[in-house]
């Protein structure tokens, strides 16, 4: 399949990095490599935080063009990750059995200067560990049943030539794409990805309000598990060809010798890693909780079952249901990151 | 360099329209169009007459919507980001080639043939799969003679989407009002919204 977003290749060609640790600096110049600042070296250096790429590569930008914030500031910005719906806590009450919805992940191949292509094997098999890894991962809690739903093609193949199968297959199917669409949504406009009014994306509205959703009629999953909630689940992986690893390793070492990169060596970046859940309620398909987590630069991928592993087990960390401790269900780390409030994490909700 | 990333935002936009790109994808874009912007709030809110003077044509925006301060050559809204819905206000000049078929809308086209071109170009776009027309009737759009198309598609990721296309040849111009949404359960939503919009629209272009 070629590119078919010319977008995206733009965007590829307008890639450069610098730095260390695997971390990327993504700049919008013309072959201009720039170096990590030192507040971003020590980061890359210790445990990596877990935040949506976006808004790592837009802050590593912002540092790297002397217009950044702080160490402090970056890590505040970045670590909560958790979107709930204001009546989480209500709704939290009632819900003894989530089904597990199928992942929604995708695997595309990143080639050098071309097309990127969708790895259709590649993307069968991480779903299906991903479902594994979010049923272990789920089943280490008490007091909720935890029940995973069919994939689309187990529905058909149990159902073969019965029409009520097949459209059950397609409902899920056309459920798991919007999900994608609302978490892409969800990640542009609830979270913040750098400084500057430029860079603020977010509708402060859907900070308290945050009342994204799928709609009712997930009921129809919900009857057929016979759950309280619906847990779904989405994620991409870029990865790179065999020719991009091969000029992954080349470039550093032409540059670094030529000093090409202003006396850095530079790195080409690796491809993102993202991965997103949300809480549905069974009878408005409103997203009660939601995270994502994922890192630009190769730290997580998602055809490595460690890899799954260790971002499930992120993603599901502040999970509001089971016997963990429930962490933030309330937005009011965002509230503190808002334009005119307090930089000491006593800010208040906009109004 | 500004109408590079004003080009680009409009580029993922449509995009994400499609349902073409994936949150990550998404993602990237974005990444590159933050990185490269400076100044003003990509998306402000809206609510009330608005007046698009460089594009001629003025529409009352509901409230709650947020506009696309980026995109300069077209209207563009949404109230919970473009991949769950949009409005979209364009008009495209007779003589200009369309992106898809490389077809020119002409002076003395009816509406019909209009809506036929446009529709030509929907089906020629690779990124809209299984296209299915389900309304094409002539229709008044602000005040002249026009049309009005409802489809459906699927996207790459295959999300459906369902589509509202107005469309009317205003003497060297043609005018698309757009809304376009999930069919699932987000269409339905803003539809009546939109419609209010699409009934404001006045074109103030002078002869």
Known sequence: ?351 | MLKLLQNSLEGAVLDCRLGQLTPARAALVLLFLLSALSGCAPWVQVEGPYRMDAQGYEANLPAGWRRATVVSDSLLLTRDGVSLQYIRIARIAVGDELTHTKKKFAKRMSPQDIGEVELEEVRSDQRMRNVELLENVPLQVAGFPGFKLVYSFRAVNGLRLKRVHYGVLVRDRVYRIQYQAPARYYFEKDLATFERVRESFKVTDKP
């Open chain 1, 1 to 351: 399949m070629s590119d078919p977003n010319p977008y995206f290749s733009q965007l590829r060609k307008n890639w450069h990095s610098g730095g260390n640790g695997g971390i990327v600096v993504p700049i919008c110049s013309r072959g201009r490599f720039i170096a990590l600042p030192t507040g971003l070296e020590a980061m890359s250096t210790s445990k990596p935080p877990i935040l949506p790429m976006i808004g790592l590569c837009l802050l590593n930008l912002a540092i790297a063009t002397g217009c950044g914030p702080s160490l402090r500031q970056m890590v505040r910005a970045m670590q909560p990750t958790v979107r709930a719906h204001p009546q989480l806590q209500q709704k939290l009450a009632s819900i003894k059995t989530v089904a597990i919805m199928p992942p929604g992940a995708t695997v595309y191949q990143i080639q050098v200067g071309g097309p990127i292509q969708v790895m259709d094997e590649e993307t069968a098999a991480i779903r299906a560990t991903l479902a594994t890894a979010i049923v272990q991962e789920l089943g280490r809690d008490a007091g909720v049943i935890f029940t995973p739903f069919p994939a689309p093609s187990v529905v058909l193949d149990a159902g073969r030539r019965d029409p009520a199968a097949a459209r059950l297959a397609t409902e899920l199917e056309d459920t798991t794409a919007l999900f994608e669409a609302v978490s892409a949504s969800i990640v542009a406009h609830t979270f913040k990805h750098g400084e500057g009014a430029a860079s603020d994306w977010r509708f402060v509205e859907k900070l308290t309000n945050f009342d994204y959703s799928l709609g009712p009629d997930v009921q129809q999953f919900s009857k057929l598990a016979n759950a309280d909630a619906l847990l779904f689940t989405t994620g991409a992986d870029f990865v790179s060809s065999g020719g991009r690893k091969a000029i992954m390793v080349l470039v550093p070492l032409i540059t670094g010798v030529l000093g090409m990169g202003y006396g850095q060596p530079v790195f080409l970046p690796t491809g993102p890693t993202l991965f997103s859940v949300a809480l549905v309620d069974t009878t408005t398909g409103d997203i009660l909780w939601y995270n994502v987590a994922g890192l630009y630069g190769g730290v997580y991928s998602l055809t490595d079952p460690n890899s799954v592993t260790d971002l499930t087990a992120q993603v599901l960390k502040d999970f509001p249901l089971g016997t963990r401790p429930t962490r933030p269900t309330r937005n009011e780390y965002e509230w503190s990151c808002l334009p005119n409030c307090s930089q000491a994490g006593g800010g208040q909700p906009p109004r």
